[in-house]
C-alpha cells in the first residue's frame, strides 16, 4: 500500500493511461491512486476511465496549464470533450483559458452546441426556443 502513495504512484497512472491500459488503470485507482491533471487529460480515448478518474480517483476537470477539455477539443476528442461537460467541466473557463486558440474555442462552443442538442431533449429546446424569439427580434 506504501508503494502505490505519492509521485510514483502518479506516475504509474498516467503510464498505464498513456498505454490504453484500462484494466491497470481500474486496479491503480481501486488501491487508492489519486489522478493528477495529466492522467485526465490523457484519457481522451474511454469515458468510462474519464468517469472513474473524476468521480474516484480526484481528477478536477478545469484544472491544469492547458485544461482538459481544451485539450480533448484540440486533439479532436469530440466524444470526450462532451462527456467531460456531461461531468461538469466549465465552457466559460475553457472558452477564457489563456492560451486557448481562437480555432480551439470555435471548436469548443461547436461541441458544446453538439452537447446540448443530444442532451436536451427536442420539447425543451424548442420552449426556450419559443421563449428567446422576443429576445431575439428586440436584438435584431
Known amino acids: 500500500r506504501k508503494v502505490l502513495e505519492g509521485f510514483i504512484a502518479k506516475e504509474a497512472l498516467n503510464h498505464a493511461v498513456d498505454r490504453q491500459n484500462r484494466a491497470v488503470v481500474y486496479w491503480l485507482v481501486r488501491q487508492g491512486v489519486r489522478a493528477d491533471d495529466d492522467a485526465l487529460s490523457r484519457a481522451h480515448w474511454d469515458v468510462d476511465v474519464i468517469s472513474l478518474l ?8 478545469d484544472r491544469g496549464w492547458r485544461q482538459p477539455l481544451v485539450r480533448f477539443v484540440g486533439g479532436g476528442h469530440d ?3 462532451q462527456h467531460l461537460i456531461q461531468l461538469g467541466a466549465s465552457v466559460d473557463r475553457a472558452l477564457t483559458h489563456l492560451p486557448t486558440t481562437a480555432r480551439d474555442k470555435q471548436r469548443i462552443l461547436s461541441v458544446y452546441h453538439d452537447y446540448l442538442n443530444r442532451s436536451v431533449p427536442t420539447h425543451a429546446m ?13 436584438s435584431a
Open 79 to 81: 466524444t470526450a470533450a
Open 126 to 138: 424548442r420552449h426556450i426556443n419559443t421563449s428567446l424569439n422576443p429576445l431575439r427580434t428586440l
Open 54 to 61: 473524476v468521480r474516484e480517483a480526484g481528477a478536477h476537470v
